[in-house]
């Protein structure tokens, strides 16, 4: 019979897993805060708050 258990793949499914989230989280983390995108992240964050009316008409 296979080594392979069911047990065994689940506990390396949630494992894998788990480090695969925390190496998307930590590399998007990093994209957000460095340094050099502080700008587009600033411009970004004041588009709701302009007053710029869209002609529908």
């Known amino acids: 019979m296979s080594d392979l258990s069911y047990e065994a793949v689940a506990r ?12 998307i989280f930590f590399a998007g983390l990093i994209y957000a805060l460095w340094p050099s995108r502080k700008a587009a992240f600033d411009r970004m964050a004041q588009l709701p708050l302009e007053d710029d009316e869209i002609d529908n008409g």
Not at 12 to 23: K, M, N, R, S, V
């Open 12 to 23: 390396f499914a949630q494992q894998g897993g788990t480090l695969y989230f925390a190496a």
